[in-house]
Structure formats: structure tokens, C-alpha cells
């Protein structure tokens, strides 16, 4: 299983980013894909996931703010990300998660998002 996320950056308050993750080595359109974040010094934290079907689950803290997406075609799970405020500063990281046909759930290598103010 290869997980690679891309688009992180430093951007400024109010700005917005799209993170990618194109995903290898097992059958994508499967399984559930997510994401989380982390920063230095805590526990990482659930941001979202999106199912097989297209179901989406929201961390409270980006409701309305980030959207996930899923292209099954090109093994790809997006998070758009609007409205971008300093608290949203964290390594971001692609996740595949544990499913009856997806096995243990896996994390990527994570891409920093930096917002200043």
C-alpha cells in the first residue's frame, strides 16, 4: 500500500489549499479514504472520510470548510480546503481505512499545511 499526498503549503488566513493522494497497491474503489491531522506535540485528529459510495463524515472543527472528494478512475482522494484559518496549521495525512475488503487501515506520510495570519 502506497499512500502519497501532495499540495500541501503556507498560505495566509482566508486562504484555501487542495491536498491530493493517489493511492497504489490496493483496490481503491473499495475502501474508504480519509484524512487527518496533526501538530506537533498532540494527539493527530480525525479531519474526514469518504465512502466507496461517496458517504461523508466531517470533523466539526471543518464543517463547511473542507470538502472530500474521491476520483475511483485515477486512485485519488482530494480535501479542499477554504477558509483557511491559523488553528488549521498541521501535517495533513492521507489515510486508507480498515475495511472487510481493505484490511488494516493505513496513513500516509503526511503534507504541512502552514496558515498565518
Known amino acids: 500500500v502506497q499512500l502519497l499526498e501532495s499540495g500541501g503549503d503556507s498560505v495566509q488566513a482566508g486562504g484555501s489549499l487542495k491536498l491530493s493522494c493517489r493511492a497504489s497497491?490496493?483496490?481503491?474503489?473499495?475502501?474508504?479514504m480519509g484524512w487527518e491531522r496533526q501538530v506537533p506535540g498532540k494527539e493527530r485528529e480525525f479531519v474526514s472520510t469518504?465512502?466507496?459510495?461517496?458517504?461523508?463524515r466531517y470533523a466539526d472543527s471543518v464543517k463547511g470548510r473542507f470538502i472530500i472528494s474521491r476520483d475511483n478512475a485515477a486512485n485519488t482522494v482530494y480535501l479542499e480546503m477554504i477558509s483557511l484559518q491559523t488553528h488549521d496549521t498541521a501535517a495533513y495525512y492521507c489515510t486508507k481505512e480498515a475495511g472487510v475488503y481493505c484490511q488494516d487501515k493505513y496513513w500516509g506520510q503526511g503534507t504541512q499545511v502552514t496558515v498565518s495570519s
Open positions: 469518504i465512502s466507496p459510495s461517496g458517504t461523508t
Open positions: 497497491g490496493f483496490i481503491f474503489s473499495r475502501c474508504t
